[in-house]
């Protein structure tokens, strides 16, 4: 799969990840799509290491699924980085 297809796959799952996560992470959807191309390369690196499973083939089940996953991971890190961020102590 070529950078163009890493990047669509990842702005997708970092959306899918969006709709199975919401709430406030901070940082609006185009930061959202970023970490989910983040999530999608972290993805594919557990999968390769955990289950010998890379992201290949751009319409294989288990890359889409690696992709979502490594999307929630990352936007459920960047939530608790972002979670006091903006407010402030009164």
Known sequence: MGI???IVLGL????IAKL??????GGGWIV???LGVVGALLGGWIGSM???V???EFWD????LLAIGGSIIVLLIWGLI????GRTTA
Do not use: D, V, Y
């Open 50 to 52: 955990i289950f010998g």
């Open 4 to 6: 163009l297809g890493w």
């Open 12 to 15: 997708i799952a970092g959306a």
């Open 61 to 64: 089940l288990s890359t889409w």
């Open 54 to 56: 890379g992201i290949e």
């Open 20 to 25: 199975i996560l919401p709430g406030r992470q």
């Open 32 to 34: 959202t799509l970023i």
């Open 82 to 85: 972002t979670k006091n961020r």
